[in-house]
């Protein structure tokens, strides 16, 4: 459970995983073959339809803006910076969409920026699925604004096995926009206004995000102001266990709303 277990979870996206690599850059054509830097695609999402599990993606400096969300549903595939820094990298969703979605289980995020972005579902910034892997980036201004089912991580959702590592979340809400009266008697969850998942969250800052959601005298309704990071048990009793380690939380905010304000 040391350092050396940790940096084996993280390399394992990078080393002898991949079948094939792609190329993305803003000089690129999306009519490229996108398996050189000499014929990049011009686009992520271009890159992302054309992977197969255990693929990767290389994306090269420059800033991204999108109007729809970054998505696949392969299996073990990586998406990264070419120098792994985050600033290199920006993916802006101009509050228009989501930042990345990957469905399939195993995906692994190395020094990427998510900022503005914006989903009315789970996840505002990045939404992975199991036993993923977020390392060595930003997610910033995002927001999951939710009117008819739960609010949950406005910067990152993520299954159950997950892990992120050494990454800013920060400005980021998960909220409930309520539409009528009925939602503040059955009212639902707004939790992890940074980070919503089941896993571990390592040497990470979560620092300016908040949730907000309907209060009905219901503890935990509105919850986890920074990291809801949730303990689960699986149908052969084993437990996926939340872990929160050498992470700095802080300005951090859970505001339940009254009828009156």
């Known amino acids: 459970g040391g350092p050396g277990m940790v940096m084996a979870i993280l390399v394992s996206g990078l080393t002898g995983l991949s079948a094939t690599t792609w190329y993305v850059a ?27 599990n255990k693929d990767t993606i290389i994306i090269s400096n420059g800033t991204y803006a999108i ?8 299996t073990v595939l990586t998406i990264q910076s070419l120098t792994l820094d985050p600033k290199d990298v920006v993916i802006d969703c101009g509050r228009r969409c989501r930042g990345i979605r990957v469905s399939g289980w195993g995906a692994s995020l190395y020094g990427l920026t998510i900022e503005n972005a914006f989903s009315t579902d789970l996840g505002g910034g990045i939404r992975l699925g199991t036993r993923s892997t977020v390392s060595n980036c930003v997610v910033r201004g995002c927001t999951s604004c939710v009117t008819d089912k739960d609010a949950l991580g406005g910067g990152i959702y993520a299954g159950a096995g997950t892990v992120i590592a050494d990454s800013l979340i920060e400005s980021c809400t998960a909220s409930n926009a309520l539409k009528n009266l009925k939602a503040w008697s059955d009212p639902k969850y707004a939790r992890g206004g940074g980070i919503y998942l089941t896993g571990r969250v390592i040497g990470c800052e979560v620092r300016n995000c908040a949730v907000y959601g309907p209060f009905n005298g219901l503890r935990g309704v509105c919850s986890g102001g920074g990291i809801y990071a949730k303990v689960t048990e699986n ?27």
């Open 26 to 52: 803003p000089d690129g054509d999306d009519g490229n073959d996108g398996k050189s830097w000499s014929a990049p695609f011009a686009t992520i999402q271009k890159a992302m339809d054309s992977v197969e």
């Open 67 to 74: 109007s729809e969300e970054l998505n696949t549903a392969k």
């Open 235 to 261: 149908t052969d009793q084993t437990i996926n266990a939340a872990e929160i380690i050498n992470c700095t939380v802080c300005s951090n905010r859970a505001v339940s709303i009254t009828k009156s304000a």
